[in-house]
């Protein structure tokens, strides 16, 4: 996963790496404690991806995940 995100996105990913698979994988006691760390790491990796973008780059997104939820409707 942090190489996938390295790859595809330029972006460290290695804290929500380690937070995700100890959430996933380590002792029960933190689990629950790496699994919130990992939810602030992944929105830390997403805001990061997002000021990568332009503008038109964002809204060009936006239109196409509007056109399959609407694909999907019907």
């Known amino acids: 996963l942090q190489r996938a995100v390295h790859e595809e996105l330029g972006l460290d990913a290695r804290l929500f790496a380690t937070a995700a698979a100890r959430a996933r994988f380590g002792p029960a006691d933190i689990?629950?404690?790496?699994?919130?760390?990992?939810?602030?790491?992944?929105?830390?990796l997403i805001r990061a991806a997002r000021s990568d973008l332009s503008v038109w780059?964002?809204?060009?997104?936006l239109v196409s995940l509007r056109s399959v939820r609407t694909a999907k409707g019907l």
Request: net charge positive.
């Open 31 to 44: 689990g629950a404690t790496e699994a919130s760390r990992a939810r602030r790491e992944a929105r830390r």
């Open 57 to 61: 780059a964002r809204a060009r997104g």
